[in-house]
């Protein structure tokens, strides 16, 4: 295993050989992080967190309680995974079955949050900081900056970068930062502000 010397993982935890973990990361009870899992820097798994063989986590992921991420998925820089979320890596899983060949690539993009207890299914996309509410099952992709909810997630609004609710048409200014976005063509982007990111 390479943690690195400025990480942090409690004696409950296991670090299987070949896992990497970036400097600042705090890994606590009762963890288990997998061989070829890769972990950024200043990332924080809380108790009883799982990360799978061939994961891949940014910078600055917060990881609550409860959560397992499987192979399949990618998570990028400061996303909120909130407790008891659940990932998926494949539709129709059977226990006599092996699956293994029809594991499903599922994208958590930048500044992504995800709510307690809500369940992305796999193969879907999760747009830069969009919002998807607790308890919300998610089955398509995610558009950037949206708010889902319910069962099957529905979009209900969008959402600023800096986690405020933004005007209901996407377009106009964040009574909270500043910052300033426009919706087009069903589209939403960030035109202005602190800590701006542009999206494609």
């Not at 990361?25 to 061939?54: D, K, P, Y």
């Not at 992921?61 to 959560?67: E, I, P, R, S």
């Not at 499987?70 to 995974?81: L, P, R, S």
């Amino acid at each position: 295993m390479s943690v690195h010397p400025e990480a942090t993982v409690h004696p409950s935890a296991f670090v299987d050989d070949g896992a990497m973990i970036g400097a600042g990361t705090r890994i606590w009870h009762f963890c288990h992080v997998l061989g070829s899992a890769v972990i950024g820097e200043h990332c924080s798994l809380g108790q009883n967190v799982v990360v799978m063989n061939g994961v891949r986590i940014g910078r600055n992921v917060k990881v609550q309680n409860n959560v397992s991420i499987y192979e399949g998925v990618e998570i990028e820089d400061d996303v909120f995974c909130g407790p008891s979320m659940v990932f998926t890596n494949v539709l129709t899983p059977r226990s006599h079955v092996s699956r293994k060949g029809e594991y499903r690539r599922t994208l958590v993009k930048r500044g992504s949050s995800i709510g307690a207890n809500a369940t992305i299914v796999s193969g879907v996309t999760l747009g830069e900081y969009s919002f998807v509410g607790a308890g919300a099952v998610v089955s398509t992709d995610v558009a950037p900056f949206a708010l889902v909810v319910g069962v099957p997630a529905r979009r209900v609004g969008w959402m600023c970068q800096c986690g405020e609710r933004l005007p209901d048409s996407g377009t106009g200014q964040c009574a909270v930062c500043g910052s300033i976005y426009e919706s087009r063509d069903g589209v939403v982007r960030q035109m202005s502000g602190p800590n701006m990111q542009t999206t494609p």
